[in-house]
């Protein structure tokens, strides 16, 4: 089992930054992908990005050249560095944990809202 818990979400104005984290606890040394995801008001949890073990990152589109997913392996943590800040970049933020079995995992999300 895998126990996520994100914190620094908050309210910031548009072109703002804000830096999310996701300590992991648990089986961590089954931990593969740590992704982040968001999820508007009425709208489907879509994904932000992801990185892999080795430090290899993916981002969605809307979020590329302002976001930036880092890891601390060390610190069993996870990053998500948000620049540039949008009134649509308003939303839940959930880190989320897929081992290599395939199993997934969810933290309890943390507000991201940002004012125009």
């Known amino acids: 089992q895998v126990q996520l818990v994100e914190s620094g979400g908050g309210l910031v104005q548009a072109g703002g930054s804000l830096r999310l984290s996701c300590a992991a606890s648990?089986?961590?040394?089954?931990?593969?992908?740590m992704a982040w995801y968001r999820q508007a008001p009425g709208k489907q949890r879509t994904l932000v990005g992801f990185i892999r073990s080795n430090g290899i990152t993916t981002y969605a589109d809307s979020v590329r050249d302002r976001f930036t997913i880092s890891r601390d392996n060390a610190k069993n943590t996870v990053y998500l560095q948000m620049n540039k800040l949008k009134p649509e970049d308003t939303a839940v933020y959930y880190c989320n944990a897929e081992a290599p079995s395939g199993d997934k995992y969810w933290g309890q999300g943390t507000q991201v809202t940002v004012s125009s």
């Open positions: 648990g089986r961590i040394f089954n931990i593969y992908i």
